[in-house]
């Protein structure tokens, strides 16, 4: 199953690709991380990358279309895929179209989050994330047992410089009107499914597992 996770910063799309990943078994694969991945390489790209994403700023599309459409390539996301973070322009989702309609595959479910903006801006402003298994903790909802470390490996935890709430505030405004229209875009094509991502997690948890056609799952 083709999954695609659409929605704001803070809307819960990371917990909820985490916990697919492991109840789907294919691969979580978000745009954001693969940027973070590439701008450890000491790169003329990799600096420009760096630059757009600490502006709150998009990525350009070409280059976007170009990373993502490479890792889907891979051998592990022919069975299927979580795709987190991309598209989020209309141009990425058209190229993705065409990719997948290359190998006689489409986009079969997209789960649309969201959530008022206060809680967006508390949410990702309080957010740690496990960089070994990529668990997301929150300083208010989520904190983790011990100050600064995964509950799962030890790991020390990290935040992000992007998760400051003025370069949030611009990311948001960057999601609203780039990213908005491709609401229409899954809409029109029937495969929308618009989860409230301020619901209660386990809430929201069913919701999801019911778009993909899953029991429960924990
Ligand atoms: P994320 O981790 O998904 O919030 O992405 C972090 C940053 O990476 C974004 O603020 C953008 O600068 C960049 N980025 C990630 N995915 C995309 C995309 N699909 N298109 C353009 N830029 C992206």
Redesign the pocket.
Known sequence: MDIVLLGP?GAGKGTQATRLQRALQVPHI????L?RALRQSDSPLARQVQE??DR????PDQL?IEV?LNRLAASDAQDGFIL??????LP?ARALDGALDDHGQRVDVVLYITAPEDILISRVAGRMICPQCNTIYNTVTKPPKVDMLCDNDNHPLERRS?EEPEVVRR?LSTYLAQTLPLVKYYREKGILHEIDGSAPMDEVDSVVNEAVGLGVVS
């Open positions: 910063p978000a745009s954001g991380d940027f757009y994403m709150g700023e998009y990525v976007t993502v987190d973070g991309f598209p989020r322009t990425q992007d990311r």
